[in-house]
């Protein structure tokens, strides 16, 4: 007999993590100074790990008017958009915000993932939704809820997009649905080919812009405006955690089908609405967005500086074309041992592992603020160098030549950089096999397979001694003193090898491939 | 490099693709282990086939060792039917050679396939698909994967074993290739000479007449020295060969690799710089024959973990009787003066003091008339033909 509670009894990557010092998640922040520094465990460190990408959560304007909001209704609504939670607020933000991003409707939502699981609602069992395999976990759930048939394509692989257009009824009704900013690797979608496929497949087109809004564009609309096709654009979606300053989500397309969700969605009418509060600051923010594009700007410049900052160094921010910085570490352990000493440098980033990034691509994630200081983002910079060289990620030279950015500035329709040939081949799943074996292989194959295993480790290890060169010997020579140069951190590699072996042969890998921040 | 100038002949009729073979490119280490391991069971039990070391072959497929991948883009594919693997090729697209040659020549080649036109076929439509998708016009092959590694496919001399880093294939591959609208590019061939045999009066003559009036000193290499004369002999050898047809310089870090693997199996003794005014002007490298060897391993250098294969090819390394001479280059501005025949000669009479009994000399250009004249001047018979194909895209 089984119990529903053994799995979670059974689960070990918590405790090894805790009881590694290696756990990265749930950091409890005591104070926050002007959000580009905070304060966890007494200690001061700077916020490159948050989506505030205007700064505007320190405001001084939009927590002032999240105070009046509540002074003036009171903490919350206390109940869904449908009976008695819409105030004035929520009709004059949905208002504002249709007319910002030139759509007929808007509707808000309480938080950003219930928006995406609005979607539900209008997909119906015959239709047939295309989603990019790294899609946000909450268009999955979204997707996942509704009674509609789902077919991934792989990470902007127009090709195979368009091979599963084909592949489908005609008569189906179809909808295409991306990411317009991917949130961890910081690339942008293909939305002019996605836009020409769906004419010619005759599908329609949904963006969430969860990363993009108030980032992207001329005017900050987000992916559509910055390829121009926000007509060909058929919904947007956006929240307001990230260049909003608050708490929730918005959906704006055509009424009919705002209109729709409305009043069949039941992540909108099941649930509380957004407190006044949060509607404030959100109204006050897009204010802000309208009228101080030089936000965006020096936002857009700290990313080209950060980009080419760490590039210089030998570090590999891949197909990043955004505020989204992602530094390529590789191994999973290393990963979380990074962000261990940038933790204890000073510096507040996220390490990303499998299944949210491809297994040994794990990556320490950074974003950026309009509102970070030169000084502040010099310190992250040289933190990341002296960690780098530690640990082994980068050379300890500088190389000579490095490719710079190209960021996603306003009518430059960049998409992606040239992504290290690591990095594309890894996207590839070329990298996928590593040749080791774990326990569970190990314990299916034959006694006969396991010995043929063994011959071919010792064949290896004959090969390479035969192969022994002078110069080879003279390094074995010094291994010993290396060993001993090494030994501060010689728990830290040990404790890489021993978790690899935990982890390898440990469960918990099988997550769902789009459990993403 | 222009191609001879009548355009191959499309096929005329091809053999049909078999509808239950497939075809697969080569993504994880145990499929690369199988690409590795399949001409052990296509060549059991001919008796001029080498085995290669499964270790050296893994490492030369691996993009990490083997620096040809630091700029060239390889696909391997497998054939299989049901689940016997049938047949294996690789695509190969160098960007040195398109850049050098300013054409749109792709390569195939690792090329093994059982007796059936069909899945020939099927190969390498993979490889000229894959190829094709790339931009390229023309496939060229068998290169292993170029012509500064080992290329061509035998055609002629299948009587006796392939000398060291030299192709060797099953009587039938030529027709296969055929059926499926290859056509020839050029022929190299291989010529023997025995160490015993006498050079003719004339030639001598001619050289020591030459090594006096130019100056000329020949010296083995000194091994101690190894970065400055590898360094000598690359300048030599780039410049040598630039003009040559399908040549494509090494880059410094191939050259280093190759050297490397040399260092392990050459006589010194053997391999000849000549200079004059001591500036080094030519050289020759000869190798003891390790296939000779590496056969005796049998393709392990362990048997159930016990080091027998690399005791066999220790011992059968110090019975090594053949040599093969595998370059011979003279700079620009110091040909055609007899240094060639010098070298040649000098070669000779070492391999025949350190009681070789003879060898190969290989490849050369079917057309490169001076060289080949030069050999059977020497007494060199030719021995082998080698065949480079092409097919249009």
């Known amino acids: 007999m089984s119990d529903v509670f053994d799995k979670c009894s059974n689960w070990k990557d918590y405790r090894i993590a805790k009881a590694t010092g290696l756990y990265p998640y749930f950091r409890v922040i005591e104070a926050s100074h002007g959000a580009t520094e905070v304060e966890i465990e007494g200690k001061r460190v700077i916020m490159v790990g948050s989506n505030n990408y205007l700064g505007l959560s320190a405001d001084p304007r939009v927590k002032e008017a999240a105070i009046k909001a509540t002074e003036k209704f009171g903490t919350t609504c206390s109940g869904s958009r449908l009976l008695n939670g819409t105030l004035s607020l929520h009709e004059e933000l949905e208002a504002k915000l249709a007319k910002f991003l030139n759509r007929e409707a808007a509707l808000v939502i309480s938080t950003g993932f219930q928006t995406n699981l609005a979607l539900a609602s209008i997909l119906g069992r015959h239709d047939i939704v295309f989603s990019d395999r790294q899609n946000h976990a909450s268009l999955v759930d979204g997707i996942r809820l509704s009674f509609s048939t789902e077919r991934k394509f792989r990470h902007n692989d127009m090709d195979h997009l368009e091979q599963l257009l084909a592949q489908a009824k005609p008569e189906a009704g179809k909808i295409i649905i991306t990411d317009g900013v991917f949130s961890m690797e910081g690339d942008v979608c293909n939305l002019p080919r996605i836009v020409e496929l769906a004419k010619q497949y005759n599908a329609r087109v949904m963006t969430d812009d969860a990363h993009a809004m108030g980032v992207l564009g001329e005017k900050g609309r987000g992916t559509s405006e910055y390829f121009g096709l926000e007509k060909e654009t058929d919904l947007v979606m956006g929240t307001f955690s990230k260049s909003f300053a608050s708490l929730g989500g918005v959906l704006a397309g055509p009424f009919d089908v705002i209109n729709y969700m409305r009043h069949n969605s039941r992540s909108v009418i099941f649930s509380a609405s957004m407190t006044p509060g949060s509607i404030a600051a959100a109204l006050k923010s897009l204010e802000i967005i309208e009228a101080e594009p030089q936000r965006r700007a020096r936002l857009l410049d700290i990313a080209e500086k950060m980009h080419n900052g760490f590039r210089a160094m030998g570090f590999d921010t891949g197909v990043s074309v955004t505020p989204v910085v992602p530094v390529h570490i590789g191994d999973q352990v290393k990963c979380f041992r990074f962000w261990r000493a940038l933790h204890e440098a000073g510096v507040f980033a996220n390490p990303v592992i499998p299944p949210a990034v491809e297994a040994g691509h794990a990556l320490i994630r950074t974003s950026y603020m309009a509102t970070h200081t030169d000084a502040q983002l010099d310190r992250v910079l040289d933190t990341f160098e002296t960690i780098g060289r530690k640990l082994g990620v980068i050379p300890g030279t500088r190389p000579t030549v490095y490719e710079p950015v190209q960021i996603a500035r306003p009518a430059s329709a960049v998409r992606s950089n040239k992504a290290s040939e690591k990095w594309a081949a890894g996207s590839a799943g070329l990298l996928a096999d590593k040749g080791g074996i774990t326990f569970e292989q190990l314990s299916k194959m034959s006694s006969r397979e396991v010995a043929g295993k063994i011959f071919d480790a010792v064949e290896q290890l004959t090969w390479r001694a035969a192969n022994l060169q002078p110069e080879d010997l003279r390094q074995l020579k010094a291994a010993p003193m290396k060993l001993w140069e090494k030994r501060g951190e010689l728990p830290g590699l040990l404790l890489e090898k021993g978790a690899h072996f935990f982890l390898r042969n440990g469960t918990g890998t099988d997550g769902n491939p789009a459990d993403r921040i | ?393």
Not at chain 2, 71 to 95: H, K, M, Q, S, T
Not at chain 2, 111 to 132: H, P, S
Not at chain 2, 222 to 241: G, T
Not at chain 2, 307 to 321: E, F, H, M, T
């Open chain 2, 1 to 393: 490099m222009a191609l001879p100038a009548e355009p191959p002949t499309p096929p005329t009729s091809s053999p049909p693709l078999p509808s239950d073979v497939q075809v697969t490119p080569v993504r994880d280490a145990a499929a690369k282990m199988t690409f590795i391991r399949f001409p052990a069971s296509l060549y059991a039990g001919d008796p001029n086939w080498v085995p290669p070391l499964e270790m050296e072959r893994k490492d030369f497929l691996d993009p990490k060792k083997n620096p040809f991948f630091d700029y060239a883009e390889v696909e391997l594919f497998l054939a299989r039917r049901g689940r016997d693997v049938v047949g294996r090729i690789a695509a190969i697209r160098n960007p040195r050679h398109l850049e050098i040659h300013g054409t749109k020549e792709g390569f195939f080649g690792l090329f093994e396939c059982v007796n059936d036109a069909g899945i020939a076929r099927a190969l390498l439509e993979t490889a000229g698909t894959w190829l094709k998708s790339r931009g390229m016009d023309t496939m060229l092959g068998p290169a292993n994967f170029s012509s500064n590694q080992d290329w061509g496919l035998l055609v002629d001399g299948f009587d006796t074993p392939p000398a060291i880093m030299m192709p060797y294939n099953p009587t039938y591959y030529p027709a296969l290739l055929e059926a499926c609208g290859l056509s020839k590019a050029k022929d190299l061939f291989a010529f023997e000479l025995s160490a015993s045999a006498q050079p003719p009066e004339k030639v001598v003559r001619i050289a020591e007449k030459m090594r006096q009036r130019e100056g000329v000193t020949v010296r083995a290499v000194n091994l101690k020295d190894f970065p400055a004369e590898v360094e000598r002999i690359r300048s030599i050898y780039n410049s040598a060969w630039e003009k040559n047809w399908g040549f494509v310089p090494f880059t410094d870090k191939e050259f280093d690799h190759l050297a490397k693997d040399m260092k392990t199996i050459v006589r010194p003794e053997l391999v000849l710089i000549a200079e004059v005014k001591g500036e080094a002007v030519a050289f020759s490298m000869t190798l003891p024959d390790g296939n000779q060897a590496i056969k005796a391993a049998n393709g392990r250098l362990t048997t159930f973990g016990l080091p027998i294969g690399l005791a066999k090819l220790v011992l059968a390394s110090r019975r090594i009787n053949r040599l093969r001479l595998i370059t011979l280059g003279i700079k620009e501005g110091y040909r055609r003066r007899g240094l060639d025949a010098i070298l040649y000669l000098d070669t000779l009479r070492t391999a025949h003091r350190l009681g070789y009994a003879g060898g190969e000399i290989s490849w050369t250009l079917e057309d490169n008339h001076l060289v080949n004249r030069a050999i059977e001047s020497m007494g060199g018979q030719r021995s082998k033909v080698y065949r480079v194909y092409q097919r249009p895209l």
